[in-house]
């Protein structure tokens, strides 16, 4: 039986843009896992009431379901240790959790200002009251106040991704020669702002800029060919 | 032949406090290779002239002269392959250069204010100038106003140490279970900061100073008996 994801969608549901998700879809598309996505919406919640998570990603594999985006990572690796591995021994888990603590430290702050008033716009009508009052509450003030404009939001991103334009000046990916976990986690977050943004977010001059291209083209172009806001 | 590793000293010799010569210290004991440190001077440069380096750390080892941190691990790993890898594959290399880029943007610019003042006042008198001089240049204000007193300074270093704390409530290694060369490149940056400050500078009751003291005490308490300007 064929992998189902349940990953949120938009109004329009050809246009999937969590960055949890993202992280997700690549890591199945590195495993070479089949998959198919099941549109998930927040004001139809119940789809997955069955795995115990009320937020997505969640995962059914035949009979198991798996929810949070790093547990189904690591279920991935455990359930699948023959197809390459996620997060690679000795270092691929800590190495991916830094990746993770930049993201929320540094880089979604930045992407954040460009993506959660666009993704509130995209939503279907019945979820969008409970992603303001949910995100309003979380950041602290209204989704309009919280919105940069695109010069100084792709700005304040470049700024975010420095530290990673050092290793990919050198290194194809953060994880070396090839793409592991580490890069999904950053590339889920500029995926999602990618998608929702009304400006195209990205420097693609920059060595980030440049490794975000080659993950949207790596898989026959999976990522590239996504929908987005921007058609 | 023992290996040679020509490495920053103080007025007094014992004190040895380099970053960069303690990152290429922790990756010798690591791959425990037998070496002897050679006390050098901004003063006495000439002692490395044959290396074509004009700045610590050096590595003679035999006939073949190394410098700069960075190569001297490559150089390690790839002279040394039987022994513990500091850039396991595949990611090892990426890895530390993420750790060394975030010590350049985040622990470096809370570690300085500690620590530079500090490190000039411990130099020989004939070191002093120079170290003054290029210093001041490199920050754009004199020592004295770079340096942050014990609250400031202590509640600066934590702060740039939060993203490592993330992984380290997790992992007791940047590198997983076990030590890898992106511990040593974070840990050259602490390990300096500790042995020129006039206070303790970390914080053991967080993850990250919980490692560092897990580090100090690793190969027979190597680094926690270095002395330090506190004895």
Known sequence: MTIQLYDLAAADERILFSPFCWRVRMALLHKGLPFAVAPWRFSAREATAASGHDAVPVLRDGERWVGDSWDIVTYLDETYPARPALLPPPSGAAHARLVGALCGSLV????????????????????????????????????????????????????????????????????????????????????????????????????????????????????????????
């Not at 716009?121 to 009052?133: E, G, K, M, T, V």
């Open 108 to 231: 979604f702050p930045a992407a954040v200002a460009i993506a959660v008033y666009q993704a509130w716009r995209i939503l279907d009508a019945d979820s969008q009251p409970y992603f303001r009052a949910s995100r309003e509450k979380m950041f602290g003030c209204s989704l309009e106040a919280l919105h940069a404009e695109e010069g100084e939001g792709r700005a304040g991103l470049a700024r975010a991704l420095k530290p990673f334009d050092e290793v990919l000046a050198v290194h194809d990916y953060l994880g070396g020669a090839a793409p592991t976990h580490a890069d999904y986690m950053l590339f889920g977050v500029l995926k999602w702002t990618d998608i929702v943004s009304s400006y195209d977010p990205i420097d693609h001059a920059t060595p980030s800029g440049r490794w975000f291209d080659r993950l949207q083209a790596s898989h026959g172009g999976y990522a590239a060919s996504a929908p987005t806001v921007r058609g």
